[in-house]
């Protein structure tokens, strides 16, 4: 068994995708992590609605791989993406349309059609998922209702990573993680809920097999290696494909660990050796997602920095160019709590900004903030306080109370934010690893390749490269006074 190995995972984020590669020496106890190519995800806007563009994502993704083989021969590579999204390919493995996007308005008051037809706490019980109004199940009602034409002539449906594997592989399956996504799977059995989808006129026909994270799913078509010949023989491996499930497989959590992946949207929860499906996890609206190593991730939604990065696109469009670093360190400047927003208000849902914020605040009767810096801290601030909500919530459903928050992704970086969930929660927070997407996929890679025995080992690896960063709580009081004083804007804690 060779010492040294090197790696591909691509990270295809709702608003940016990457090429990671992965330089491991196992013999030494090392591991590298490296850009290699870095693209925004591209999307296409038509008369039908707001779309991605799959087969210029796989383009990218197919030179990022090149990238990725330009310093030697690669021993694996494996692709994840966000959840919920399909594209529907026919017999003959053609793409019908282009695959829609979760922010499109076609889901728009289905979620509570297909409620009022099966039930809620009917609906929560059979997949354990919680009630998100773009979740893959509306998304294929609304298929049905809008083209049932496209959806006859389907013979798979498969989940935004699964069709880059198809087009990499000729694979037809479902990786288990992003399945679980789909609010189609019933929790018990792992596969899919036939019934309920009949009931519901969702044709079951194009839902292809499970996978488990960590399949080899073959090696590069013809078609690919001829464009790409680094990547001719290359095993393709299925990670954890939902990217939230390779970010938590990059660390431990479980017990009084709780994780928080924080980016455009923030995941709070914790590891679970089982689904925690009752009637205290439907209130909170908690989902119970597939893991790795037979592990469940019960956490639930929360919109994380979307709003702040709405408010940054604001800006620039109005001339006002802010450095991401200096308008931190001017909130950090900021007084805590002036202002709060609900995060998850469905007004900050599609395109927020600036004013949205501050509307926000003058209809809910408390101080406007009128800086850039002050909105900042308004948002900031506000996570922090739907992050205790859900640290509070969290250990209701589990009946374990939390001491340490991972925060992983690309929020970990944000330090402001780090302190104030320390301060807010009253829990040691523990940041990074900000890559934990790209390298939860490189650890289920590794494992499957048998560069590493266990996940174990290939978490120990990880820890060891990217050594996280504590904050301890302090001031704890003022947040306890803020979120008793907003308690009336949805901050229930």
Known sequence: MPATWRIAAGDLGATSGRVMRADVDTAAGTLALTEVHRFPTPTVTDATGLHWDAPRLFDLVLAGLVHASATGPLDSLGLDT?????????????????????????????????I??????????????????????????????????????????????????????????????????????????????VDLLDDLGVPTRVLPPIVAPGTRLGVPVAACANRAPAIAGVPVIAPACHDTGSAVASIQSGGGVAFLSSGTWSLLGTESATPVVSRASLAHNFTNEGGVAGTTRVLRNITGLWVLEGCLRGWRTEGQAFAVEDLLAAAAQRPACRALIDPDDQSFHRAPDAAAVQAWCGRTGQSVPESASDVARVVLDSLALAYRRGVRALEMVTGVQVHTIRVIGGGARNRVLN???????????????????????VAVQLVAVGACRTLTDARALIATAFPPEEFTPRATQVWDQAAERFGNLKFDM
């Open 419 to 441: 302190q104030a969930t320390a301060d807010a929660t009253g829990c040691r927070v523990l940041a990074g690893p900000v890559e934990a997407t790209a390298l939860g996929n």
């Open 116 to 193: 009022a037809r099966v039930g809620r706490q009917a609906l929560y019980d059979r997949t354990g998922i919680q009630f998100l109004p773009f979740n893959t199940l509306y998304q294929v009602v609304a298929e049905q209702r809008d083209a049932p034409e496209r959806l006859a002539r389907a013979a798979t449906l498969l989940t935004m990573p699964d069709l880059l594997h198809f087009w990499l592989t000729g694979a037809r399956g479902v990786e288990y993680t992003n399945a679980t996504t789909t609010q189609m799977l019933d929790w018990r059995t792992g596969r899919w809920a």
């Open 82 to 114: 966000w959840g919920v999204d399909y594209g529907l390919i026919d017999e003959a493995g053609d793409l019908l349309g282009l695959p829609y996007h979760y922010r499109d308005t076609r889901t728009d008051g289905v979620m509570e059609a297909v």
